[in-house]
């Protein structure tokens, strides 16, 4: 079984949210970045602390990944923002990362948003909202958490994960014992998930309270109302199986659907939430869901409601299509030549939706930025880390006789006093300070 740890010297940054449409990056329009920090202020205040017992308004910029230029709705501590035109403008120094995140930066703890935020109002408020939440979810006794999820890349996490979402979805959509038999389904699919791969619900938990919880406040705050916010968690489920990868992505499909039932059946569960608490537990107790026969046999009688076998039928033919990908990238991550920078004070940006497991060891990243003390890191042609979070890998050309800043896919830039020297394994290189 893989080891899932979470290392808190690692910030990982989200850059893409599923469901969120957005159009090609330009330079930033300061009368609409003041109108977005007016529709943000405007929730919070409509909020007033209401749903968390903290206000979630608080320093806010966007950021333009091409240019760095930088919108805040507020200045910075150290005088880099300049007032213009009811807002404050500067440029990103080259050592913090761009991303959706919560970061600090000239003194000043921000909730970072990348440049264009969709163009759907709602969709762009539930952004927002799901971003200024991670800025204050340690003040409500919930800090970040990002373990893997490795599991949910094989064919029983997978397969087990789609038939949670469908039996979720109707549980939203219906009432009364409808609703009570789905929300059984939905647990009788976590539990045999759970049951086959051992160990994986601590995981699974953490991440649900991290990115599960931010988009549940990204959808509760975006401005919808009643059925419309049930209907959006409903759409989130329906287009959840269409990521690459689930092993990452997974809690902003589950985590929502699980909150939306605990406010149906207990009031008040959110000021008794804790660190560690299982949703889907909540939900089970809060509505008395009770088991009288064995797993086997509430999963013969649930799986045909929700169309088990048709997705067992396309985790198949996935999985034997996956069968030649994998191995010509895990030759070219793993087994080849590569070039390894430690990692110390990591930054990372990342798609939730593409993180593939390579081995129990290494997760592949097909696209993204890191930063650590050496310097940055481009690698758009993906990267691999290990799940100890102590080194990041790029592959780099056979026989190469002498050290690159650049290779296929990736190009880093490295601070002074680091170099790119031999490794021990032959053919492989390693990034170290001083020479």
């Not at 409509?46 to 968390?52: E, I, M, S, T, V």
């Not at 091409?66 to 404050?88: P, W």
Request: proline share 6%.
């Amino acid at each position: 079984m893989v080891r899932q740890r979470y290392n808190p010297a690692v910030v990982f940054a989200v850059t893409l949210f599923l469901g969120a449409s957005v159009v090609a990056a330009k330079p930033i329009d300061l009368a609409v970045a003041k109108q977005y920090f007016a529709e943000a202020a405007a929730l919070c205040e409509k909020d007033a602390g209401k749903l968390w017992g903290v206000s979630l308004c608080g320093p806010m910029i966007f950021v333009d990944s091409e240019s760095r230029g930088v919108v805040a709705n507020q200045a910075d501590a150290n005088g880099h923002l300049n007032a213009d035109s009811g807002v404050f403008t500067g440029v990103l120094p080259q050592d913090v990362r761009i991303a959706n995140t919560a970061t600090v930066w000239a003194d000043v703890y921000w909730t970072m948003v990348m440049w264009p935020l969709p163009q759907d109002k709602l969709d762009r408020a539930r952004l927002m909202m799901h971003e200024l939440w991670h800025r204050v979810q340690s003040d409500v006794g919930m800090p970040m958490n990002d373990p893997p999820n490795a599991h949910l890349d094989r064919f029983d996490g997978r397969a087990y994960m789609q038939l949670e979402w469908r039996a979720l979805a109707v549980a939203l959509d219906t009432a009364g014992i409808k609703q009570v038999e789905a929300v059984k389904d939905a647990l009788v699919f976590r539990a045999a998930r759970r049951s086959i791969i051992k160990d994986c619900s601590a995981a699974e938990n953490a991440l649900e309270l991290n990115e599960g919880l931010a988009e549940y406040t990204g959808i509760r705050l975006s401005g919808c109302e009643g059925s419309e916010c049930i209907a959006r968690a409903i759409k989130k489920l329906d287009d959840a199986p269409k990521a690459e990868s689930f092993v990452r992505s997974f809690a902003y499909a589950s985590g929502p659907a699980w909150c939306l039932l605990l406010d149906q059946s207990s009031p008040g569960w959110r000021s008794r939430l804790k660190p560690g608490d299982d949703l889907a537990g909540l939900v089970a107790r809060a509505m008395k869901v009770r088991f009288t026969e064995p797993l086997g046999e509430a999963y013969k009688k649930a799986g045909p409601r929700h169309g088990a076998d048709d997705i067992r039928d396309a985790e198949t033919k996935r999985a034997k299509d996956r069968v030649a990908k994998l191995a010509a990238m895990k030759a070219k991550f793993v087994d080849g030549p590569v070039l390894t920078f430690p990692l110390k004070q990591v930054r990372f940006s990342f798609d939730p939706a593409t993180v593939i497991p390579l081995t129990d060891e290494r997760l592949l990243h097909p696209d993204g930025t890191i930063s650590d003390r050496w310097g940055t890191l481009q690698a758009p042609g993906g990267f691999t880390i290990d799940i100890e979070m102590t080194q990041v890998v790029v592959p780099v050309a056979p026989n190469l006789t002498e050290p690159k800043t650049e290779g296929e896919g990736w190009s880093v830039s490295l601070r002074r006093g680091w170099v790119i020297v031999r490794d021990e394994k032959e053919g492989c290189w390693i990034a170290k300070q001083g020479g």
